[in-house]
């Protein structure tokens, strides 16, 4: 239960506090004073996107708190709080802070948590109903979802077996895929490994192939530039007026006198040692020069080569290396497979017994939707027709087939059904799919209707916003009685126009719009009997004319005595 709500800074409202009470909480006011603000604030406290247009004109921030009162053994929303080491201590105290430089602040009992985590716990403690929550009964694709959660209890005993069910399916299917798969893709991965293992092996690769191959294309490309480098090279070492030639005229001037003087003999010795290697380097490089020659179709291959090798990589490793320890595996896998029929029938065996369990829990779940759709389709009528739609029709059916051949590509963790919602709201007209049938004005008390047996038994805030629009009359009074039951179990908050509805409130609030200081205020006032009674008639005419006051009286009288027999 919300027990009080403190707005901020928040469009009109510069600050509010608002206590509310359990049971039926009413807000009321002229057109434009701010009534819908206030599910704004709340919208803002459950983790809508924010905009910066929410924040009061010449304020840097809007902030939001409130403050609930909730069960200790609330397991689903003591799980979300555990996981960010909250403890339930029976009062949550929640608050979201937006400034201007688009920065978000979520409190839960002031630590702070994750917008996330703000989203998970209010879906706990808030159920918003307004003109524009029709969307998800509008879509075929939340049916399902929206009638098992009314059917929880019912259901819930099966999804638990099926979701172990679906757990040891995706285990089961795991380890086949380990072994290759079963039949044609076991076959298709055999083949595959051996065709990587064979592509590998016919690359002829080794650890520095690579560099090798790109010096040859080196080469090869600069043929030319090397050509011209070691010929200039061997005739500056070895031509006419070479190196080498100066050599011998020196061995050839020393020799004559290296009997004289030892060093000089030494001498000598050395530059002969210096002949022999140059000769040798000049050979090195002539036989260089000869091999030097440009051959477009070897480039080619050697490019290639080159090529198949990055392609390679990109496949099977970063490097040669990579790739030959990539081999290695591949021939692994390929061995385990070729040699794991046994353990490939034993997990085919248990897969078939897996399918065959999950077929039948989802007929189960199939089953007790059927009985329970029906009790509902009819109660879902009789809704209708209270709400004025004397002709209503309605049926949920089931718009797909399942079977034990196909059950693995239509199961999820709700089971193998689709449904859709019918109706129809005249007479003789046959039902048809919801979204493409049904008016405005039959959507509301269609949802209306919807959330009457929705929420008969939740423990939540249920927000109704304006869910009047386009109903007046004995409907009003009709809507009035249904939101009324809603209140016995859920606290109930509901912004009205209408006085039939707000005349069922147990606790009405007036939201008042008025100028301070050249500023436009929304100010929100919890009203005695006294005041309850004079704002009935100003929604029902003239609060100061006493056929309103007394007809304001009359109504309220009679949705007192309307409270005490439900």
Excluded: W
């Amino acid at each position: 239960m919300l027990e009080s709500i403190k707005i901020i800074n928040l469009a009109l409202i510069d600050k509010s506090v608002i206590n509310f009470n359990d049971g039926f909480n009413v807000l009321t006011g002229e057109t434009g004073a701010g009534k819908s603000l206030i599910v704004d604030a709340l919208l803002f406290l459950t983790g809508i996107r924010a905009d910066k247009t929410l924040i009061k004109s010449g304020e840097e921030f809007a902030k939001v708190e409130g403050v609930f009162s909730v069960d200790r053994d609330f397991s689903e929303l003591n799980e979300v709080l555990s996981s960010v080491d909250i403890e339930n201590e029976g009062t949550l105290i929640i608050s979201r802070h937006f400034s201007l430089n688009g920065k978000n602040e979520c409190r839960i009992n002031g630590e702070i948590v994750t917008l996330n985590i703000l989203r998970k716990v209010s879906n706990y403690l808030i159920d918003i109903f307004g003109q524009n929550d029709s969307q998800a009964l509008l879509n075929p694709a939340n049916h399902l979802s929206l009638m098992d959660d009314i059917l929880s209890d019912k259901l819930s005993k099966q999804k638990i077996f099926l979701s172990n069910e679906l757990f040891h399916l995706q285990d089961v299917n795991e380890n086949i895929k380990l072994l290759g798969g079963l039949d044609k893709d076991r076959e298709n991965t055999i083949e595959l490994l051996q065709f990587q293992i064979k592509e590998i092996d016919e690359s002829n690769l080794y650890d520095g192939k690579e560099e090798e191959i790109k010096q040859k294309i080196d080469r090869m490309v600069n043929c030319e530039k090397i050509f011209s480098s070691v010929n200039n090279s061997t005739e500056i070492l070895d031509g006419e007026y070479s190196i080498s030639n100066a050599i011998k005229q020196a061995i050839n001037s020393l020799t004559g006198i290296s009997d004289y003087d030892s060093d000089i003999k030494s001498d000598v010795e050395r530059l002969y040692s210096i002949k022999y290697e140059l000769d040798d380097v000049v050979s090195s490089l002539s036989s260089k020069k000869n091999n030097i020659e440009y051959n477009e179709e070897e480039l080619d291959k050697l490019q290639d080569d080159l090529t198949l090798i990055k392609d390679l990589e990109r496949k099977y490793g970063n490097t040669i290396a990579d790739i030959l320890i990539t081999k290695e595996r591949l021939i692994e896998r390929l061995d385990n497979l070729l040699h794991s029929e046994e353990k490939l029938e034993l997990l085919r065996s248990e897969k078939e017994k897996t399918l065959d369990n999950i077929f039948s829990i989802c007929l189960t779940l199939h089953n007790i939707r059927q009985k329970e759709f029906s009790i509902f389709r009819d109660k879902m009528i009789l809704e209708l027709r209270e709400l004025g739609m004397k002709n209503a029709n309605f049926e949920i059916v089931f718009t797909n087939e399942f079977s034990r051949e196909n059950i693995e590509k239509v199961v999820s963790e709700s089971g193998a059904d689709e449904i859709e919602f019918m109706f129809s709201a005249n007479l003789g007209v046959e039902v048809r799919p919801l979204t493409k049938i049904i008016s405005g004005g039959e959507m509301s008390r269609f949802m209306l209707g919807f959330k009457c047996l929705q929420n008969s038994s939740l423990n939540k805030t249920c927000i109704f916003d304006e869910i009047d629009t386009g109903i007046g009359g004995e409907v009003g009074v009709v809507i009035g009685k249904k939101i009324c039951k809603i209140s016995k179990n859920n606290q109930v908050i509901c912004i009205t126009h209408l006085s039939q509805i707000a005349s069922f409130g147990d606790t009405n609030f007036l939201i008042q719009k008025y100028e301070e200081d050249g500023k436009t205020i929304t100010n929100v006032k919890m009203l005695d009997e006294n005041s309850k009674v004079q704002e009935l008639a100003r929604m029902i005419g003239n609060s100061s004319m006493q056929s309103s006051i007394s007809f304001a009286e009359n109504i309220i009288m009679e949705a007192n005595e309307y409270k005490k027999n439900i």
